[in-house]
């Protein structure tokens, strides 16, 4: 089992920047592929980003390319997710997840594993 605990969401002006972190509890959190998902009520949860187990293999929505990057440091269980140049369509929850496996997934229904959210609110 994997408890994962997010932080650092906040208010922040469109082109500003804001890095989120997710803790994870257990031993084996090197295990697990890691990703970001978005939801903003009415809608459904969306993909953000995700990551292999080593770190050494990401990638991204459409939407957040070359403006978000995810890493993790398995030494400190832990994901992250820098998100630069944010703009007011960023506003969401956001939601760490894990899942099962070595490489990377973008379909929400592969994550096993969800944190509890952190509201991220760019302002115009």
């Known amino acids: 089992q994997v408890q994962l605990v997010e932080s650092g969401g906040g208010l922040v002006q469109a082109g500003g920047s804001l890095r989120l972190s997710c803790a994870a509890s257990g031993r084996t959190f090197s295990s697990y592929a890691m990703g970001w998902f978005r939801q903003v009520p009415g809608k459904e949860r969306e993909f953000v980003a995700a990551i292999n187990w080593s770190g050494g293999s990401t990638t991204y929505a459409d939407s957040v390319k070359g403006r978000f990057t995810i890493s993790r440091d398995n030494a400190k269980n832990s994901v992250y997710l820098q998100m630069n140049n944010l703009k007011p369509e960023d506003t969401a929850v956001y939601y760490c997840?894990?899942?099962?496996?070595?490489?990377?997934?973008?379909?929400?229904?592969?994550?096993?594993?969800w944190g509890q959210g952190t509201q991220v609110t760019v302002s115009s």
């Open positions: 997840a894990a899942a099962s496996g070595s490489y990377y997934y973008t379909a929400s229904k592969t994550y096993d594993y």
